[in-house]
Nanobody
Framework: QVQLVESGGGLVQPGGSLRLSCAAS????????VGWYRQGPGKQRELVAL???????NYIDSVKGRFTISRDNAKNAVYLQMNSLKPEDTAVYYC?????????????????WGQGTQVTVSS
């Protein structure tokens, strides 16, 4: 099996910074795309940032220039550096990873979610 564990959330004042981590463990051959999602109170879950295995990145417009997604393939970890945080960034943040595993004689890609970490931006 594969587990994703997020960490780094917390309470921060507007304008502050947080760094989220997503660590994958288990039976992993490789990890392809990884996305950070968030779900605010009363809102639908949305994709915030995405990073491919080759380190191409994409962001939603509202976080461009403030958030940076990165990865360490050797550690099976992905990070989200969040700067200049705003109250509207308050949400539970989840990571989703496309993990390649060996099943019998073939390699297959599976999607896994972490449990989420709360980010609250408030004065």
């Amino acid at each position: 099996q594969v587990q994703l564990v997020e960490s780094g959330g917390g309470l921060v004042q507007p304008g502050g910074s947080l760094r989220l981590s997503c660590a994958a463990s288990g039976s992993i051959v490789s990890i392809n795309d990884v996305g950070w999602y968030r779900q605010g109170p009363g809102k639908q879950r949305e994709l915030v940032a995405l990073i491919t295995r080759s380190n191409s990145t994409n962001y939603i417009d509202s976080v461009k220039g403030r958030f940076t997604i990165s990865r360490d393939n050797a550690k099976n970890a992905v990070y989200l550096q969040m700067n200049s945080l705003k109250p509207e960034d308050t949400a539970v943040y989840y990571c989703n990873a496309r993990v390649v595993r060996q099943t019998l004689v073939v390699l297959r890609e599976y999607s896994y979610w972490g449990q989420g970490t709360q980010v609250t931006v408030s004065s």
